[in-house]
């Protein structure tokens, strides 16, 4: 007996979306295209019915801060509070976490000499909130207990893409090593390209965009030729957060993958926007 990988979503998580999601502004011509994505995300997960998902995002210094900020972080909590960080976003439901398989995951990390952060008590905020409400809009309770896994996006020196796809595959060894037959989906979330400030701010890469969503299911490894500073370069300050992607992606395994669905939206809050979900081919 172990756990069962159902598959890998990807989505974008862009604190206007979560004002769209207040304000009812999904069927508005600025974010109905964006919208449109995540009903057959939300008719997979219906079918894959997961029990848990291992979330791979960054935190905008509701955890962490720049004086105190880890590379890895993993919520090993019962339960994990959403708040709003700065935005002025709704507070969402609280998460219910899997502390079992939290520290199985944290073991294995360790193991494979991952230096990570365990937290016992940790807040989400809109970068993983927001995927689970484009994912599950009319639950009144989250119908998935949560890992959560923060990678730092955000401070110089930043986790090379090779590293993080690294940590997604220690990720995937516990996953196989987890002897209950929890249902899993993995999650990367953030992105795409965008920067929000400087002299580049409302910059977006679509070729880079397309690329990644191009390569992730069968051929991983051309995203990590490039390190994190290169990826800045192309893709925008805050477009590293394709490393949550190819963490995710990491996590998933070698096993061949098929794309199930994929929306990609150009402008969101001036920052291109996608979802993917992969599953086994």
Same mark, same amino acid.
């Given at each position: =007996? ?61 955890? +962490? ?29 609280? +998460? ?25 008590? =940790? ?8 995927? +689970? ?77 397309? +690329? ?70």
């Amino acid at each position: =007996m172990s756990a069962t990988i159902v598959g890998g979503y990807f989505s974008s998580h862009v604190p206007g979306i979560g004002g769209a999601i207040a304000r009812g502004d999904q069927r508005e011509a600025y974010w109905k295209p964006f919208f449109d994505g995540y009903p057959p995300v939300q008719r997979w997960l219906a079918d894959a019915r997961p029990d848990v998902a291992v979330v791979f995002y960054n935190d905008h210094g509701l955890n +962490f801060f720049l004086d105190a900020l880890p590379t890895f972080a993993v919520g090993a909590a019962a339960e994990y509070p959403n708040e709003d960080e700065g935005w002025g976003l709704p507070v969402y439901k609280t +998460f219910a976490g899997d502390p079992g398989l939290s520290w199985h995951i944290i073991e294995e990390l360790v193991g494979s000499d991952f230096d990570v952060t365990m937290c016992q008590r =940790m807040k989400v905020d809109h970068a993983l909130s927001i995927p +689970f409400e484009l994912a599950y809009p009319d639950a009144d309770a989250w119908p998935v207990k949560i890992v959560p896994i923060a990678i730092n996006t955000v401070q110089y020196p930043l986790p090379s893409p090779r590293r993080c796809h690294a940590l997604g595959q220690a990720v995937h060894r516990a996953l196989q090593n987890w002897q209950d037959d929890t249902r899993v989906v993995v999650v990367g979330s953030g992105g795409l390209s965008h920067q929000l400030d400087g002299a580049r701010a409302g910059f977006v890469n679509a070729d880079y965009d397309r +690329f990644c969503l191009d390569h992730l299911a069968a051929d991983p490894q051309a995203l990590l030729r490039h390190s994190a500073e290169e990826v800045a370069a192309i893709a925008g300050t805050q477009g590293v957060e394709i490393l949550n992607w190819i963490a995710a992606r990491g996590a998933l395994g070698d096993a061949p993958l098929c794309e199930v669905t994929r929306n990609y939206h150009i402008p969101i809050s001036n920052t291109a926007a996608a979802t993917l979900v992969l599953a086994s081919a």
